[in-house]
T-cell receptor, first 112, second 116 residues
Framework: GENVEQHPSTLSVQEGDSAVIKCTYS??????FPWYKQELGKRPQLIID?????GEKKDQRIAVTLNKTAKHFSLHITETQPEDSAVYFC???????????FGSGTQLTVLP | ETGVTQTPRHLVMGMTNKKSLKCEQH?????MYWYKQSAKKPLELMFV???????ENNSVPSRFSPECPNSSHLFLHLHTLQPEDSALYLC???????????????FGPGTRLTVL
């Protein structure tokens, strides 16, 4: 089945700096890669996603890049703000397994 | 937020108890999911229900039993649980059935379960 690895597990940045979180996946047939943000005590919420037919997608301060050849994708947050502090999860959808497989999460802390 | 609701929000039970978790979605979606979220571990998919069929993760113990009476309601029946089953149980829904599994999944707030 699909295996998703996420790094780093914790990340601290100064307010205004950029943050990058990386994920790798194992199933070359995976074709959908969402990113979820989970604030403390709250539910995970989708912040951005990318499909395998594009290499990059941006939404204001958030961007995701996908390298299908290397089987890795990354989340980029620019001009970080304290409210960006949360746990971020990547995921990959495998058509063969018919399910989303999640990474283990990254605790992002933005220091004021 | 009222899109996906879960009750109860917190549950403490003994290993011999029987309890049920409830999930309801008000989004008109066709697929619903149960996930287990343990500390320091990835979200684990337990069950998927869609219009077409139920998909099970074969690693889920039989002490967890799902029920989906209609497209808006999902239950997780619990019996003779173990302390290692303590976790946050999240329900989610998405627009498509299994064929639309790349649709955005909307999560409920979760049930924090503690097994003594």
């Amino acid at each position: 089945g699909e295996n998703v690895e996420q790094h780093p597990s914790t990340l601290s940045v100064q307010e205004g700096d950029s943050a990058v979180i990386k994920c790798t996946y194992s199933d070359s047939a995976s074709n959908y890669f969402p990113w979820y943000k989970q604030e403390l005590g709250k539910r995970p919420q989708l912040i951005i996603d990318i499909r395998s037919n594009v290499g990059e997608k941006k939404d204001q301060r958030i961007a995701v890049t996908l390298n299908k050849t290397a089987k890795h994708f990354s989340l980029h947050i620019t001009e970080t703000q304290p409210e960006d502090s949360a746990v971020y999860f990547c995921a990959a959808y495998s058509g063969s397994a018919r399910q989303l497989t999640f990474g283990s999460g990254t605790q992002l802390t933005v220091l004021p | 937020e009222t899109g996906v609701t879960q009750t109860p929000r917190h549950l403490v039970m003994g290993m011999t108890n029987k309890k049920s978790l409830k999930c309801e979605q008000h989004l008109g979606h066709n697929a619903m999911y149960w996930y287990k979220q343990s500390a320091k571990k990835p979200l684990e998919l337990m069950f998927v229900y869609s219009l077409e069929e139920r998909v099970e993760n074969n690693s889920v113990p039989s002490r967890f039993s799902p029920e989906c009476p209609n497209s808006s309601h999902l239950f997780l029946h619990l019996h003779t649980l173990q302390p290692e089953d303590s976790a946050l149980y999240l329900c989610a829904s998405s627009q498509g059935g299994l064929a639309g599994a790349t649709d955005t999944q909307y999560f409920g707030p979760g049930t924090r379960l503690t097994v003594l």
